[in-house]
């Protein structure tokens, strides 16, 4: 990926929904030449898709938190995938290296929600414990190009 492929995807970040033209002539490249690149960004897999960005108040998700999971044992991370899927609230899973297993990213509509999100959490079969902590505020929110 070379800086003319990291402008196309800076572009592409900001409006997926803009034309070739519009990437090329901020980018100084023909429309087809923007085209041919980011068709080959999306063959090597640097792009995987695109799709809309939601805003969470506008969607009512009015309460964000981070939740740090405590694991039984040593469960398969793909067995706790597959666990936390059903928790409708969780929006993004990560393992961690540290004293916990998984720290989840969580929005719900009100605390109540969040609360009992939590509990569903904590009675899967592979979670000890949990901690969490509610996002008063975002001060970055940015993909990495």
């Known amino acids: 990926m070379d800086e003319l492929d990291r402008a196309i995807v800076q572009r592409l970040l900001q409006d997926a929904r803009t034309t070739y ?3 090329g002539a901020a980018v100084a490249l023909s429309a087809p030449a923007v085209k041919r690149r980011v068709d080959r960004l999306l063959r090597s897999g640097a792009i ?16 964000e938190a981070y939740v ?46 969040l609360e009992r999100a939590v509990r569903r959490v904590r009675a899967l079969p592979t979670v000890a414990r949990t901690e969490s902590a509610v996002v008063l505020s975002r001060l970055i929110d940015r993909p990495r190009v």
């Not at 799709?51 to 998700?61: I, Y």
């Not at 694991?71 to 899927?85: H, I, N, S, W």
């Open 48 to 63: 995987r898709g695109f799709t809309a960005v939601l805003d969470p108040a506008v969607l009512d998700w009015d309460v």
């Open 68 to 113: 740090w999971v405590y694991c039984e044992g040593a469960p398969d991370p793909e067995d706790v995938r597959a666990q936390l899927a059903a928790v409708p609230e969780v929006v993004q899973a990560t393992t961690i290296s540290g004293t916990a297993d998984v720290v989840l990213r969580l929005q719900a509509r009100d605390t109540t929600e």
């Open 21 to 23: 033209g519009r990437i």
